[in-house]
T-cell receptor, first 114, second 112 residues
Framework: DADVTQTPRNRITKTGKRIMLECSQT?????MYWYRQDPGLGLRLIYY???????NKGEISDGYSVSRQAQAKFSLSLESAIPNQTALYFC?????????????FGEGSRLTVL | GEDVEQSLFLSVREGDSSVINCTYT??????LYWYKQEPGAGLQLLTY?????DMKQDQRLTVLLNKKDKHLSLRIADTQTGDSAIYFC????????????FGAGTRLFVKA
């Protein structure tokens, strides 16, 4: 089983719909992140959380919200999806106790907004 | 602000060496990374180098860091078709993964 699990893996929705992407981890890490991947742009940080009840905006947070329900769970919501939010979304985790800063990624959630 | 740049595509023949280059702007970066993304999968750390090192070798992988020019490279010796993937250069201050900046990724094609 994957250490960082994202659901759903694929989702097609329509403009204006509310969408939630969920992430759970079994690594015991305190830090969790949501990234967005677009071709030619690499990964951009949407939100990050250092612990439960800690939420921080990343580079591109407009149009998104997050919830850290437990240390192992971090969900990303699009309140009213729009076509330019079509992208591949990755959840990642890391441990504050590591010096190397290695990030551990889920397999991604591909979202298409029509 | 911080930026990481890398070319988008590289094509090599099986058995040749691949060299993927990257430039970064944040001179305070503590760690420089290479992540690999295989089709349909998330990113996975391939290797990293601490900023006070010039070179790191790990089996077929050689990482070179020129801190003066803010240039990082990844050399893959004896490239195999299984090495076909997207390779992301990244930098951070370490600090538990916070504020890692990624490049756009270099897609490596390996021709048999």
């Amino acid at each position: 089983d994957a250490d960082v699990t994202q659901t759903p893996r694929n989702r097609i929705t329509k403009t204006g719909k509310r969408i939630m992407l969920e992430c759970s981890q079994t690594k015991g890490h305190d830090r969790m992140y949501w990234y967005r991947q677009d071709p030619g742009l690499g990964l951009r940080l949407i939100y990050y959380s250092f612990d439960v009840k800690d939420i921080n905006k990343g580079e591109i947070s407009d149009g998104y919200s997050v919830s850290r329900q437990a240390q192992a769970k971090f969900s990303l919501s699009l309140e009213s999806a729009i076509p330019n939010q079509t992208a591949l979304y990755f959840c990642a985790t890391s441990s504050s106790g590591t010096n190397t800063g290695e990030l551990f990624f889920g397999e991604g959630s591909r979202l298409t907004v029509l | 602000g911080e930026d990481v740049e890398q070319s988008l595509f590289l094509s090599v023949r099986e058995g040749d060496s691949s060299v993927i280059n990257c430039t970064y702007t944040d001179s305070s970066s503590t760690y420089l990374y290479w992540y690999k993304q295989e089709p349909g999968a998330g990113l996975q750390l391939l290797t990293y180098i601490f900023s006070n090192m010039d070179m790191k070798q790990d089996q077929r992988l050689t990482v070179l860091l020129n801190k003066k020019d803010k240039h990082l490279s990844l050399r893959i010796a004896d490239t195999q078709t299984g090495d076909s993937a997207i390779y992301f250069c990244a930098e951070s201050m370490g600090t538990g993964g916070f504020k890692t900046i990624f490049g756009a990724g270099t897609r490596l094609f390996v021709k048999a």
